[in-house]
């Protein structure tokens, strides 16, 4: 069966401190992975997805990137966080390819930057 | 701008009631649409997905409705349990790469 891993659970940064998180899918190949973010009682806004390797699409602006440098490997990184960088990040797979299909989300990292 | 809205904050209900929940949607055209579920802390979990031209489905004391020329989508729980509290996030897909939530609606099942 397919698993996603997302670590760590929770992170607390000083503001201009680097930020990698990871995370990584098991039992699928070729999946399309994403990043959201998610502000206290609010949605989850879409920060990049990938569709292959070495393939990253940005949907907002900001001081994040991301990369995939494995099929299976998604990876969130910032070189100097800001406090209105702090949240719930979440990463989430679906099946690739041209099937409608539901998404399955990690556990979460709770990030605080101070 | 597209722009997706789940209609209230928080609902509260009795034991036993059924909940409705609502998601509109404007200058979109998904092709079909997806009920999460989302205990604090944890990420959302996959409900219920309905397409485009589909008017109803049902899973077990869930159903959903979508109806493309309203632009709404309807989350129904009957019987509810108070084990049934949570955010629900109703998500969209124009293409099978794109998902793009909602705000969600918090739930309250009162005993």
């Known amino acids: 069966s397919q698993t996603i891993h997302q670590w760590p659970a929770t992170l607390v940064q000083p503001v201009g401190s680097p930020l990698s998180l990871e995370c990584t899918v098991e039992?699928?190949?070729?999946?399309?992975l994403y990043w959201y973010r998610q502000a206290a009682g609010r949605g989850l806004q879409l920060l990049f997805y990938?569709?292959?390797?070495?393939?990253i699409s940005s949907e907002v602006p900001q001081n994040l990137s991301a990369s995939r440098p494995q099929d299976r490997q998604f990876i969130l990184s910032s070189k100097k966080l800001l406090l209105s960088d702090s949240g719930f990040y979440l990463c989430?797979?679906?099946?690739?390819?041209?099937?409608?299909?539901?998404?399955?989300f990690g556990q979460g990292t709770r990030l605080t930057v101070v | 701008s597209q722009k997706i809205e789940q209609n209230s904050e928080a609902l509260n209900i009795q034991e036993g009631k059924t909940a409705t929940l609502t998601c509109n949607y404007t200058?979109?055209?998904?092709?079909?649409l997806q009920w999460y579920r989302q205990d604090p802390g944890r990420g959302p979990v996959f409900l219920l997905l309905?397409?485009?031209?589909?008017k109803e489905k049902r899973k077990e004391r869930l159903k959903v409705t979508f109806d493309t020329t309203l632009k709404q989508s309807l989350f129904h729980i009957t019987a509810s349990q108070p084990a049934d509290s949570a955010t629900y996030l109703c998500?969209?897909?124009?293409?099978?790469?794109?998902?793009?939530f909602g705000s969600g609606t918090q739930l309250t099942v009162l005993p």
């Open positions: 989430a797979w679906k099946s690739g390819g041209g099937a409608y299909t539901e998404a399955f």
């Open positions: 039992g699928t190949s070729n999946p399309n």
């Open positions: 990938s569709v292959g390797i070495g393939q």
């Open positions: 200058n979109y055209s998904p092709a079909y």
């Open positions: 309905i397409r485009e031209n589909e």
């Open positions: 998500a969209l897909s124009g293409s099978a790469r794109q998902l793009t």
